[in-house]
C-alpha cells in the first residue's frame, strides 16, 4: 500500500491561539484512519487544515506525492481531497439536487460525467432522489448529513475527509451514515474520520491515532487502540 | 375614464418608470451586499462613469464616427456604458478590493470603498469639469399616447432595459452553473471553496455584474440628471433607501421596493410637490427600520441572492 496522505510536524494555530503542534500522521491509500479525542483537542481544526480551509503555520501536507501545504481549499478538492465539515454546512437555500451539482463543480465542463455522478448519488441514497427538488434547509438532520457526504463524493475524491458524522443524529441515523462511509471506502475512497463517539469510529476505520489538546498521544490498529487503557477509561467508559 | 382615474393610471406609469431607473442601481448595491456582505460606497460612481462613457460614446463616436442616427447611437452607448461599468468594476476588484480581502479583514474594504468613490469623483472632475453637460436621449421627445395616459419612447426602453436586467439575472442565478455557484458563495463561502469553487473568481464576477448595471444605469438616468462628476450621488441615496427597504442583499425585496418608491414618488410630486420627495422616501424608509426592520421580504441572509 502506498501512502496517500502525509502530514509532517503540523502546527496550527487561530491567530495568536495555537491549536496543535507537531502533528504527523499519515492515511495509506485504501485505508480509514480515524482521529479521536476529546472536544477541543484539535481534531475539527486538523481536518480543516487538511482539506485548505486554514492554512498551517508550520509542518508539511502531502498529498499523492505532491506538496498541498499552501493550497487553498478550491485547489484542494481538485487534488482529490474533499471534507464533508462539521456541522454539515449544506447550502440551505439551494434544492437538494443544486447542493450535489455544487458538489460535483469541477465535472462542470464534462456533463456527462457529471449526470453518471448525480446517477450513482441518487442511486445510493434513494431519499435524496425523492428530496432532489426541496431547499436543502427543509431537510432533517440526518437527511442533510447524507446530503453533505454525498455532496463530497460526487466529486469522486481520492480522499474523503469526514468531521463529527454523528454529531447530533439519532443512533439509527448514525448506523446507516457509517454503512454509507464504509460502501464508499469499499468503492476505493481512502477515509480520514474525525469523530468523538469512539466507539463508532475504531469499530469503522482500521487505524486511529488518539489526540488530545493538540498533540497525538496514542497510534495503531484500532483493535489494539480499543485494549489500550487510555482509551478505554477516557472514550470508550470505563469497565 | 374619470379624470381621477386617468391622473392616477398616468401616474403609476410615471412612478413604474422611475421604479425601473432606481432599481438599475439598487440590484447592484443589493447583489454586492448578498455575496460579499460589504456595503459598496463607491456604486454611485459606477453610475456616473456609466452615464459619461455613454454621453461620449453617443454624441462623440455613435453619430459622428459611424454616421448612425440618434436613437443608433443611444442604444449603442448604453451598451458601451454596460462595458465601462462592466471593465471598471473588474479593474477596481483587481486592483482595491482583491488584495485587501486577502488580508482577510472586514473593515478595510468597507472603507476602500469610500477610497474609491472619492477617486473617481475627484478623477472625472479633473478631467470633464464641473459644469453639468447636456445629455439628451433621442426617444425622450417620442410620445406614445394608449387613450388619455401619456408616456415617452425612453420610459419604455427604460422599463424593458430593467426587466431585461432582472429576467437575465433570475435566468443565471437559477439555471447556469456558475449562477449557483454564486448563490452557494453568498450563503457560505467557506464551504463554496470545498467544493472546488473559487469564491474569488465568484466575488469578482459579483462585482462585475454589479458595475455593468450600474452602467446601464447611468446611461438610462443620465438624461435626467443634472450630469456632473457627482450625479450618481443624487440617485443613490435613493437606491440604498430602497435596498434597505427591499431588506439588504435580497432582490425580490429590492425590485418591490424600487418600483414601490418610483410610484410613491410619483404621487408625492403630483399631490404634495417635488421637493417632498426625498422627505416622503426617507419618512418611509424609518417607518421600514421600525416596523419591520428586516426589509419588506424578510427570510434568512442565506436565502436571498
Not at chain 2, 270 to 292: A, K, N, P
Amino acid at each position: 500500500m502506498s501512502v496517500l496522505l502525509q502530514v509532517e510536524n503540523l502546527e496550527l494555530a487561530y491567530g495568536e491561539v495555537p491549536v496543535c503542534r507537531d502533528l504527523s500522521f499519515q492515511v495509506e491509500e485504501g485505508e480509514i484512519v480515524t482521529l479521536i479525542g476529546a472536544n477541543g483537542a484539535g481534531k475539527s481544526t486538523t481536518m480543516r487544515a487538511v482539506a485548505g480551509a486554514m492554512l498551517p503555520r508550520r509542518g508539511r501536507i502531502i498529498f499523492d506525492g505532491q506538496e498541498v501545504t499552501q493550497l487553498p481549499a478550491h485547489r484542494r478538492l481538485l487534488a482529490g481531497i474533499a471534507l464533508v465539515p462539521e456541522g454539515r454546512r449544506v447550502f440551505p437555500a439551494l434544492t437538494v439536487r443544486e447542493n450535489l451539482e455544487m458538489g460535483g463543480f469541477k465535472f462542470r465542463g464534462e456533463r456527462q460525467k457529471l449526470d453518471a455522478q448525480m446517477a450513482r448519488m441518487l442511486e445510493m441514497f434513494p431519499l435524496l432522489r425523492e428530496r432532489a427538488a426541496q431547499p436543502a434547509g427543509t431537510l432533517s438532520g440526518g437527511e442533510q448529513q447524507m446530503l453533505a457526504l454525498s455532496r463530497a463524493l460526487m466529486s469522486a475524491p481520492r480522499l474523503l475527509c469526514m468531521d463529527e458524522p454523528s454529531l447530533g443524529l439519532a443512533p439509527l441515523v448514525v448506523q446507516d451514515i457509517f454503512q454509507s462511509i464504509r460502501a464508499a471506502n469499499a468503492a476505493g475512497t481512502s477515509i480520514l474520520l474525525v469523530e468523538q463517539n469512539a466507539r463508532y469510529a475504531l469499530d469503522t476505520a482500521s487505524r486511529g491515532y488518539v489526540m488530545q489538546t493538540g498533540a497525538i498521544i496514542a497510534s495503531g490498529p484500532c483493535a489494539i487502540l480499543k485494549q489500550d487503557g487510555r482509551v478505554k477509561e477516557a472514550y470508550l467508559g470505563r469497565r | 375614464m374619470t379624470d381621477l382615474l386617468t391622473l392616477l393610471v398616468q401616474q403609476s406609469v410615471n412612478g413604474v418608470y422611475l421604479g425601473c431607473l432606481y432599481v438599475m442601481v439598487a440590484l447592484g448595491l443589493t447583489l454586492i451586499y448578498g455575496v460579499l456582505n460589504q456595503i459598496n460606497f463607491a456604486h454611485a460612481d459606477f453610475v456616473t462613469v456609466g452615464a459619461f462613457a455613454a454621453l461620449f460614446t453617443a454624441t462623440r463616436f455613435g453619430t459622428k464616427v459611424l454616421g448612425l442616427p440618434d436613437t443608433g447611437a443611444y442604444l449603442l452607448s448604453m451598451v458601451a456604458a454596460l462595458g465601462a461599468g462592466a471593465l471598471l468594476g473588474l479593474a477596481i476588484n483587481a486592483a482595491v478590493f482583491a488584495p485587501l480581502r486577502e488580508r482577510g479583514d472586514e473593515l478595510r474594504p468597507l472603507i476602500a470603498t469610500i477610497g474609491v468613490s472619492v477617486l473617481l469623483e475627484n478623477f472625472q472632475l479633473w478631467l470633464l469639469g464641473p459644469i453639468p453637460y447636456q445629455f439628451d436621449s433621442p426617444f425622450s421627445l417620442e410620445t406614445i399616447r394608449i387613450g388619455r395616459i401619456f408616456f415617452t419612447a425612453q420610459s419604455v426602453l427604460v422599463v424593458v432595459a430593467a426587466a431585461l436586467a432582472i429576467v437575465a439575472l433570475y435566468a443565471f442565478m437559477k439555471f447556469t452553473f456558475l449562477g449557483k455557484a454564486l448563490r452557494a458563495v453568498a450563503q457560505d463561502r467557506e464551504t463554496a471553496g470545498l467544493m472546488g469553487i473559487n469564491p474569488n473568481l465568484l466575488i469578482a464576477l459579483t462585482i462585475v455584474i454589479a458595475s455593468a448595471l450600474a452602467g446601464v444605469g447611468g446611461a438610462l438616468l443620465g438624461p435626467v440628471l443634472v450630469l456632473t462628476p457627482f450625479a450618481g450621488a443624487t440617485v443613490i441615496v435613493k437606491a440604498f433607501a430602497i435596498v434597505i427597504i427591499g431588506g439588504f442583499g435580497n432582490m425580490q425585496g429590492t425590485i418591490i421596493a424600487g418600483l414601490l418608491v418610483g410610484v410613491i414618488e410619483a404621487f408625492t410630486v403630483q399631490y404634495l410637490g417635488s421637493g417632498l420627495i426625498d422627505l416622503v422616501v426617507f419618512v418611509l424608509l424609518l417607518v421600514m427600520l421600525v416596523v419591520r426592520p428586516t426589509g419588506l421580504i424578510a427570510e434568512r441572509k442565506e436565502e436571498n441572492v
